[in-house]
């Protein structure tokens, strides 16, 4: 920073704060970032404590506004690249004072499911929660039917904010739906009983593959039924594809990779990945077409979490290993 007064200087001892408080929010404190945030607070505050005094009052409001996570100082000083103007004009856009309403489409697990104790939880959720805190506000989450989230419905009249649901980034949506940056590359994969000898879509000519409504994993099955010779079983949410699967209805599911693999540790013995098909597919969270402040506050949400290590974290959390590069 170059800040150069002693009220300048004690801004940036808040700056410091806010960041620091910001990392522990995210489970930063046993993070490398969240120890480089907090020995710069502690190198700051010894260096500038004459300046702070002489300029108390200053520094006291801008300390008050960090640790109230104040939405314009917590992403100006965390280092986000967040705009303040953005801040305030995303948080006025909101649909409920207070919440970023989140619509997604359960269970979708690792990405969005609820726990035994009812709460929804997974990786998109945690993103979710880091953008909300950017914004100063809670998140608030709305299961809802896929379609309504895909077409931009659900966006644009106002039932949620923003939509997290695992939801890939392609140009037909792109047209209703203003999508953030990337933060998910994902693949198709295809999921069959663990004593079925299945290995490729060819091997299910004359059997029937069922896949998820409204998704690209159906898309990818409609794509090549005629050329592997299958019937195609769509269902209207990932639960029923996997019922169906285990009890015979169908021989073969396809959907996406993280959420097969998930339900193969969840129900261990009874599935298997028999094959997978790389469609170089991208999640991305959807908003608004002219929601571009919030876009704004998540992509640098996305690009913070990347750069100090909190994506890796909650990836390795919900997904498993992170992959190299």
């Known amino acids: 920073m170059f800040l150069t007064s002693s009220k300048a200087r004690a801004a940036a001892v808040a700056s410091l704060a806010a960041g620091g408080l910001l990392l522990a929010g995210c489970g930063g404190s046993a993070t490398p970032a969240a120890g480089s945030a907090s020995s710069a607070l502690s190198s700051a505050v010894a ?9 108390g009052s200053a520094s ?40 970023l309403t989140v619509c997604t489409h359960l269970p979708y697990a690792p990405f969005e499911s609820n726990d035994d104790a009812g709460e929804t939880v997974g990786f998109d959720i945690d993103m979710m929660k880091l953008v909300a805190t950017e914004l100063g506000v809670e998140v608030a989450v709305v299961d809802t039917p896929f379609e309504g989230i895909k077409s931009g419905q659900d966006m644009s009249t106002g039932k949620c904010d923003i939509a997290a649901a695992g939801m890939t980034i392609n140009d037909e949506r792109s047209k209703v739906i203003l999508f953030s940056e990337p933060y998910f ?23 029937r593959v ?14 090549n039924a005629a050329e592997s010779g299958y019937e195609v079983v769509e269902f209207q949410d990932l639960a029923s594809e996997q019922q169906a699967l285990v009890t015979n209805q169908i021989d073969g599911a396809i959907n996406d990779l993280p959420v097969w693999s998930e339900y193969i540790k969840e129900q261990a013995g009874t599935t298997k990945i028999a094959a997978q098909f790389d469609t170089g597919e991208q999640y991305g969270f959807g908003m608004k077409l002219d929601n571009t402040p919030l876009k704004s506050v998540v992509d640098a949400t996305i690009s913070k979490a990347q ?14 290993e992170v992959p190299a590069g």
């Open 47 to 55: 260096s500038e404590t004459s300046a702070a005094a002489s300029s």
């Open 60 to 99: 006291s409001s801008a300390a008050t506004a960090a640790t109230s996570g104040s939405a314009t100082s917590g992403s100006a000083a965390s280092g986000s690249g967040v705009a303040a103007a953005d801040v305030e004009a995303a948080k006025a856009s909101l649909i409920s004072a207070g919440s």
């Open 185 to 207: 590359d994902a693949t198709q994969a295809l999921l069959v009983r663990s004593g079925d000898s299945y290995a490729s879509l060819d091997d299910l000519s004359g059997k």
């Open 210 to 223: 069922g896949a998820q409504s409204s998704t690209t994993g159906l898309d990818y099955a409609n794509a």
């Open 307 to 320: 750069s100090d290590g909190t994506y890796d974290e909650l990836y390795t959390q919900w997904i498993g």
